[in-house]
């Protein structure tokens, strides 16, 4: 049963708690050493420069792997405590709606401060609309990256899914870019997260199908414009009627969003979690009976 109670632990600790310190959270320790590589590997050619950007990347994932596997040699109490905290690093549910529940600004400057935090486009000129509808972009699509991804290969692979997928998913939030700097140095990390990414982004959309699921799957199959993150953007447009849009790259339809919108997704975004919770804690009690 100690992986239930890890798994339950560390979801009451993200629920009261929240986010460890910076100085102390695997993530941080993740895209440190991603920039030590970043900031130190010249440049030089596509096939060099995605060599060195997989060979990175792979530090960083067997570093990850290497810390999920520390509690198995310490005494039995402080192995407990170390896994619940290690799990728990791997997602953010209390920081991803207080971060998007920033953006819930009648200031509009201020607004636009908050929806910068979350999104790596330029909102300088984006109007009211556009900004809430990031916000809402946001929301949805981190449903995958910050919560059903890490608990999935936890439900895989115990500790070490969790831990590896958020340092892959943290290595392609660094440098997973198709610019000059990072289109070769990235594309071992980014390609690595799809990869992880495609059965999860899935998932999340079939968490959505409660709420209206004809609606859901309809526009489900409009999200054709990336592999994974526009997935769980088209089910929350089709949810809450209201239009999602990145101007150049993809639109869903519906009526315009508002700061109402923006709390009505939190609402949803709550029962998502629920959702997934549940089933990963029924998911854990069913394996429990195999192992033993």
Known sequence: MSAITIFLLAILWDLILGEPPALVHPTVWFG????????????????????????????????????SKLPEFLPKWFSFVLGV????????????????????????????KYVSWIVSRDVKRL???????????????????SIVAPLFYYLLFGLSG???????????????????????????????????????????????????????????????????????????SAVLGVWLEKEGLYRFDGVEPTLDDIKRALRVYWILVGEWIAFVFASEIVKSFFVQ
């Open 32 to 67: 440190k050493l991603i920039g030590f590589f970043d900031r130190h590997y010249k440049r030089r050619s596509p096939a060099l420069d995605f060599i060195g950007g997989a060979f990175a990347s792979l530090f960083v994932i067997a570093f990850a792997f290497a810390l």
């Open 85 to 112: 905290y290690l799990l728990k690093s791997s997602f953010a549910i209390k920081s991803l709606a207080e971060h998007v529940g920033n953006t819930i600004r009648e200031d509009i400057e201020e607004q636009r």
């Open 127 to 145: 109007d009211r609309a556009h900004l809430n509808s990031a916000a809402i972009e946001s929301l949805a699509e981190n449903i995958t990256d």
């Open 162 to 236: 969790a831990l590896v997928y958020r340092a892959i998913n943290t290595l392609d939030a660094m440098i997973g870019y198709k610019n000059e700097r990072y289109f070769y140095f990235g594309k071992f990390a980014a390609r690595m997260d799809d990869l992880l990414n495609f059965i999860p982004a899935r998932i999340t959309v079939f968490l959505f199908l409660p709420f209206n699921p004809k609606r859901v799957l309809e526009y489900y199959k409009r999200a054709k414009f990336k592999l994974n993150s526009d997935k769980p953007i088209a089910a929350m």
